[in-house]
């Protein structure tokens, strides 16, 4: 190959846009052409790894992501080519003015609820013990989303934990609709080893449906 060329297949490949004519290609489609999807999804896969955003937010990546396609893409999409969960990416749009926003927060968007059958699943996976204070008593076992919904979680087993309802709270920094979490994201087992409280020291209330505040 001649260095002419070479730079001239070079320019091509730096102004196209392969995500965006992925997507134009994806959209157009109906029903959409899986191998699109996928070559989509590595696509992303690749621009986020070579932007290093691959240990960056959610948010950051999904934000890039439109940005990049300059145009809202389909929160499946977003989803499955982020990882992260479809009420996370129902949160973003795109528009030319504002470029890559979030969209008004609503609780109803969040929703992102275990399932009985996951719930049990989890349960009994974590040996039913509460995986920060040891508890054992199943009435009081809950289960968590170490990255919390609000921050794209999803309800993947790895993104779920078992915890009492007090560690629960406490996971959450004190308000379990807070979205918040005690500890910084991937330290989740390590916040886990660090319990102060053990289990009989406590005080269980008898009836599991009554409502502690003095506990937190
Ligand atoms: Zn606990």
């Known amino acids: 190959m001649t260095p002419a060329i070479v730079i001239l297949l070079l320019g091509t490949s730096m102004s196209s846009n392969k995500l965006q004519d992925l997507y134009e290609e994806y959209r157009s489609t109906y029903p959409r052409p899986e191998p699109v999807e996928t070559e989509f999804c590595e696509e992303v896969e690749s621009l986020l790894d070579s932007e290093g955003l691959k240990s960056e937010t959610y948010e950051m990546q999904i934000r890039r992501l439109h940005e990049r396609c300059e145009q809202k893409i389909e929160a499946g999409l977003v989803a499955k080519a982020i990882g992260c969960s479809l009420s996370y990416a129902r949160r973003f749009s795109y528009s030319n ?5 979030q969209k008004e927060w609503s609780k109803s968007t969040q929703n992102e609820k275990v399932s009985p059958g996951a719930r049990t699943k989890i349960i009994n996976r974590d040996g039913k013990t509460c995986l920060r204070c040891g508890l054992g008593d199943e009435r009081e076992l809950e289960v968590h989303h170490i990255l919390p919904v609000s921050q794209g ?5 790895s993104n779920l934990a078992t915890l009492c309802s007090h560690c629960h709270e406490a996971a959450h920094d004190g308000s379990k609709t807070s979205g918040k979490t005690a500890y910084v994201e991937g330290n989740f087992y390590e916040w886990t080893q660090k319990a102060e409280i053990a289990p009989e020291e406590r005080d269980l209330p008898l009836d599991t449906g009554q409502k502690r505040i003095s506990d937190y």
């Open 97 to 101: 003015e504002r470029g890559a926003f």
């Open 153 to 157: 979680g999803t309800n993947e087993d």
